[in-house]
């Protein structure tokens, strides 16, 4: 990349001194322009091409979240990459910025090499698709002058492609079949399933068994046309099957009369033979002339042998009276219904529902009858009023008040005890509207509280309890204080019936929280103190991460441009210097990041997302944070990951801080040209990471303080080595939150090595 490209890139930044890093980072390869808002950004991308934006988020007046969505909304500038880059690091931005339609995410202090790595792949990819869009509207050309058909569907059914032809046959234009599923879109339901099979043949390689099929198809205006195909696939460089090509003609008049009659048929057979009850057919004298394999599964015996028997065979002794009854009920009312008892094969008896109607059957009028078993809803029954009988006799006999509550919201039952309670008689409540019992006040909240679980239960989330504290009118007068306990009640196919509720008096207690109510605002007062210095305590701690970090933003990267000689050549001296700034300005960033962890870690303000991770990529990006000072120490950094390994629940921005400051003491603590080991490895049903080093050792009574916040092992070494003593500190507090374990082997002289377990969360594919 010696030469400049042909590429135009825009830098959108209100800092001029971001812009001017940037650009220093860029323009040795690239056409660089800058703007510092986005409606300046918008104007330039209107007037001129633009290949590539990198845009800031924290922007007067329109932020970059803003500027990236209209970017990618417009049809001129939707494919036009953006990089965007800003000093926020939370996965909340980062959703934010993907949502937006970012391309790349990266988060302020930059790297160099990183900027000029993202924007090559992200230039290439779109160097790629403008060359693939060129050829396809070269291709389009050719496929349109076509007199047939022809379609090229994706491996999954999706429509890459459709020439003239084939648009105008269907009323769609080429973008509105594009990217759609042709199946769902223009194959009739009753074929989707045919349809399918041939193209899962064709994907497989079986073109022999598919290279002819026909099939309908509708148009936009619902018209249904038949088509006559011949298919074949396109294959990959390495010979895989990418795309299905079809050609076809339209056959619609020679063939639709023979689908109509194949499809009635096969219509009729497919909800006869897949119907959920049992299906019999009988001529008028009671014999059966077919029946589904349901029926034979319901009675037992063979579909041949039904065929051979009687509805006498069938129905219980008691009920062969009722045959004639039936077909004289059907007659006059085209339909009827009843339940019956059946005996099986076996000589058991099953309680059933039939439902008889008059058809036509090859040519002839016959019965069809639906026959249902309802053993279970029978049972059901007899259960319901077992039940029914046991919750009188429990809500008869409680301190509480049970009582049940229609939908319309009046008492359908109350039990005796609200005599006591209230006053009042279950046969006199039953008769009281809400505005008789309760205050104005809580008629509102009941409600408003039932209107809410209509809403609720339209959403399928209506199955919860709710409690409310309430007051009641006495017969006498007076108001007495009730808590009410309140679940809704279901039936077995999940429809809403009424309220169970039980409801008790309150009074003592409520006159104990008045009491306690007094001495708590005197509380409050004192208290209400301590929240503003606490909030001055974190408005504080949340500044100073900004102001800290933002100017460490350029003191990282203009070091790198001057260390890495971007600016100008170095002598030895003044490289060793640079070496020594940006190693400096390591430390005071993980210092910094340490000491802001703990101030929040203390207010208790800090959150933690645990996601699905790789133990692998958090280890890997910790020890590429640290391969500068490796490096300069001639480290080994040795990886031992078990392949396979399982999958953890971690948060991605704390989970790091963890791991800096065990290998942060390792890089530290090791001789030159020594080796550091990382292990990671499935141990009984954990993640077991093992950090080793071959460095000073910690003494075997020093061990257990090695993790209290602020301690170090012995003031000369650490002044030596430098370090705050809160690196291990932290990593305890991290280990805590992930349910995770960390320990210390060592021996004075001899090397540490730390281990840290995790739980598993699942296996990794």
Known sequence: MDEKTGYKILIVDDDPLNVKLLETFLSKYHAVRGAYSGEEALEILESGPVDLVILDIMMPGMDGYEVCRRIKSSESTKFIPVIIITALSSKDDRIRGIEAGADEFLVKPIDRVEVLTRVRTLLKNKQLY????????????????????????????????????????????????????????????????????????????????????????????????????????????????????????????????????????????????????????????????????????????????????????????????????ILADAMDNKFSRFEVTCEKKDGTRVPVEMGVRIIEYDGNPALLSNVRDISERKNAERILRESEHKFRILAENANDVIWTLSKEGKFTYTSPSVFKLRGYTPEEVALQSFDEIFPPEYVNILQNAMDNFRHKLLEGKGNYSETFELEQYHKDGSIIWTEAIVNPVFDEEGDFQFFLGATRDIS?????????????????????????????????????????????????????????????????????????????????????????????????KVKYRLDPIRIEDTLTKVVDYFSFRSQEKNLLIVFDFQEHLPLMKGDVEYLPYLFRSIIDNAVKFSPNGSEILIRAFEDNENI??????????????????????????????????????????????????????????????????????????????
Not at 206 to 229: F, K, P, Q, V, Y
Not at 527 to 555: A, Q, V, Y
Not at 558 to 571: A, I
Not at 712 to 728: E, N, P, T
């Open 130 to 325: 403008d060359e693939l869009k060129r050829e396809k509207d070269r291709v389009q050309n050719y496929l349109d002058v076509a007199g047939c058909i022809i379609v090229a569907l994706n491996r999954d059914g999706t429509v890459k492609l459709a020439n003239k032809k084939c648009c105008q046959l269907l009323g769609y234009t080429e973008q509105e079949l594009e990217g759609k599923k042709w199946i769902e879109l223009v194959i009739p339901e009753e074929e989707r399933q045919k349809v399918s099979l041939v193209f899962e043949n064709i994907s497989d390689g079986n073109l022999e068994s598919a290279r002819i099929n026909e099939n309908s198809i509708l148009t936009r205006a619902g018209d249904e046309r038949i088509i006559h195909w011949n298919n074949s696939y396109l294959k990959d460089s390495e010979g895989n099957i990418t795309e299905i090509l079809s050609s076809g003609s339209d056959v619609t008049e020679e063939r639709i009369a023979t689908i109509k009659l194949q499809t009635s048929e096969s219509k009729f057979r497919a909800l006869f033979e897949n119907a959920a009850d049992a299906i019999i057919i009988f001529d008028f004298d009671c014999n059966i002339i077919d029946v589904n394999s349901v029926a034979s599964d319901l009675f037992g015996y063979p579909v041949d042998t039904l065929r051979q028997m009687t509805q006498y065979d069938l129905l219980a002794s008691e009920f062969n009276d009722r045959c004639q009854e």
């Open 688 to 765: 077991h990471v093992v950090v080793a080093d071959s460095g000073i050792g910690i003494p075997k009574n020093e061990i257990d303080n090695i993790f209290e916040r602020f301690y170090q092992i012995d003031a000369s070494k650490s002044r030596k080595y430098g370090g705050s003593g809160m690196g291990l500190y932290v990593s305890k507090t991290i280990t805590d939150i992930h349910n995770g374990d960390i320990w210390v082997e060592s021996n004075e002289g001899s090397g540490t090595t730390v281990h840290v377990t995790f739980p598993v969360l699942s296996r990794s594919k």
């Open 508 to 604: 003592e207690r409520k006159k104990a929280e008045e009491e306690i109510s007094l001495y708590t605002e005197e509380l409050a007062k004192v208290n209400e103190e301590l929240k503003t210095l606490e909030r001055m305590k974190d408005e504080f701690i949340s500044n100073l991460s900004h102001e800290l970090k933002t100017p460490l933003i350029s003191i990282k990267g203009y070091s790198e441009l001057v260390h890495d000689e971007v600016l100008g050549p170095l002598n030895s001296k003044q490289k060793d210097a640079m070496k020594t700034v940006l190693d400096k300005y390591d430390h005071l960033s993980f210092l910094m990041d340490s000491l802001i962890y703990m101030s929040i870690v203390k207010s208790g």
